[in-house]
């Protein structure tokens, strides 16, 4: 799992510091309108739903899981390399979507690889580690992209810079992931072709189970409803006085908190019940709309959505793949986490692309804060739909699920 967790680290290192100036690059330097961000970021968001249930099914049918997340890896890190060649809209948008379709291929047969490492009863903890790790990676790559814009002048030459040391963290990823990662099975292998085939269908059958439906139906009504980070980014630079060199500090604040919160909130998952923390991250989440929307004045009102941004995720990103795991059968994993990572990655390329139409013809301020009413509603459908009960008498919002 460590060897997982390090391999995520470097991997974030090199999507995140990309990250924290494709908003700013697609924007303020390459003078796109929020519309076409919004569509770029939908992209990141929400393709790799295309591919996060052929990914589960290669990792469950091969019982490989390490060489399907291997393929995904490596794809991405080729989509590194592509954007040091384009300026162009479709040149980003083709970039961003292979990056992502290698991050849906690689998303559930590497947190299946996780859950079969882990105890039962320390799935939370387990998840919170290696998402600590994949933090401390996302907390790194900021702070190295504002390195690097902090010595070299705001301009083309900067962000490729960025782009050259993303390629390179990302190959070194991949090689690591190749050397020391144990390819561990994640079921027993079938004697036969026809067990082989009997084993294949139950495991499509396990995704309609109650509690995988509902579990993905909730997590696809709040992700419809889920702004993203770089959105609320550059609303808090266009409604404040934040100079565009310090805007990757802003993913930095965010990383710093997950990082902090993702091995306490995966503790408190695995006692007090993963689907109320799942479900209390999204209220933290509506704090941090109304927070962003606040007059408060710009360091607090920035320093709390960025806290409570970090506190979301420790909430539920983890936790998600927690509860999928625990909602399927062994030989279902990789199906069931996938299932639930393609709901919410659907419903926020909605959400990306909606709110960029929002705030391209009302404003950033309303775009807001009709998420935000959205949002309160959702959060009880959601709580509703996670009180399913499972045969030992348990629920996925409360009790160890």
């Given at each position: 799992m460590i060897a997982l967790g390090v391999v995520s680290m470097l991997t974030d290192v090199s999507s995140e510091s990309v990250s924290a100036i494709l908003p700013l690059y697609i924007t303020a330097v390459l003078g796109m309108s929020p519309l076409a961000y919004g569509f770029i970021d939908g992209i990141y968001q929400g393709v790799s739903a295309l591919v996060r249930m052929l990914g589960g099914w290669w990792a469950d049918s091969s019982r490989r899981p390490k060489w399907v997340a291997f393929t995904g890896y490596a794809g991405s890190a080729l989509s590194r390399i592509a954007m040091l060649f384009t300026t162009s809209f479709a040149g980003i948008t083709g970039a961003v979507t292979v990056?992502?379709?290698?991050?849906?291929?690689?998303?559930?047969?590497?947190?299946?690889?996780?859950?079969?490492?882990?105890?039962?009863?320390?799935?939370?903890?387990?998840?919170?580690?290696?998402?600590?790790?994949?933090?401390?990676?996302?907390?790194?790559?900021?702070?190295?992209?504002?390195?690097?814009?902090?010595?070299?002048?705001?301009?083309?030459?900067?962000?490729?810079?960025?782009?050259?040391?993303?390629?390179?963290?990302?190959?070194?990823?991949?090689?690591?992931l190749a050397v020391l990662v144990p390819n561990l099975r994640t079921a027993a292998e079938p004697s036969t072709r026809a067990e082989a085939r009997t084993a294949s269908r139950g495991a499509w059958r396990d995704l309609a189970r109650p509690e995988l439906r509902r579990l993905v139906l909730a997590a696809g009504v709040l992700g419809l409803l889920t702004v993203g980070d770089g959105f609320l980014y550059l609303a808090l630079a266009q409604t404040g006085n934040l100079g565009a060199q310090y805007f990757p500090l802003l993913f930095v604040g965010t990383n710093a908190a997950y990082l902090?919160?993702?091995?306490?909130?995966?503790?408190?998952?695995?006692?007090?019940?993963?689907?109320?923390?799942?479900?209390?991250?999204?209220?933290?989440?509506?704090?941090?709309?109304?927070?962003?929307?606040?007059?408060?004045?710009?360091?607090?009102r920035t320093i709390g959505t960025l806290l409570l941004l970090g506190a979301f995720y420790a909430c539920t990103d983890g936790v998600l793949a927690a509860l999928a795991a625990r909602a399927v059968p062994e030989v279902s994993r990789s199906r069931g986490i996938s299932a639930a990572q393609t709901a919410v990655a659907l419903s926020r390329f909605a959400a990306s692309v909606g709110f960029g139409v929002l705030w391209q013809f009302t404003g950033v301020s309303t775009a807001l804060v009709v998420m935000a009413i959205g949002l309160a509603v959702a959060i009880p459908i959601a709580a509703w739909l996670l009180r399913v009960r499972r045969p030992d008498g348990s629920s996925l919002v409360g009790g160890a699920a």
């Open positions: 990056d992502r379709l290698g991050k849906g291929l690689r998303t559930g047969p590497r947190d299946a690889l996780i859950a079969t490492a882990a105890p039962p009863d320390q799935l939370g903890r387990n998840f919170g580690v290696h998402r600590a790790l994949d933090t401390a990676g996302a907390l790194a790559g900021p702070l190295l992209a504002f390195a690097v814009i902090a010595l070299i002048p705001v301009g083309l030459g900067g962000y490729r810079s960025v782009f050259v040391m993303s390629a390179a963290f990302a190959v070194v990823g991949v090689v690591v902090a919160l993702a091995v306490p909130f995966g503790r408190l998952a695995d006692r007090v019940g993963r689907g109320r923390v799942f479900v209390g991250g999204y209220v933290v989440l509506l704090l941090a709309y109304l927070v962003a929307l606040s007059a408060l004045p710009d360091l607090a």
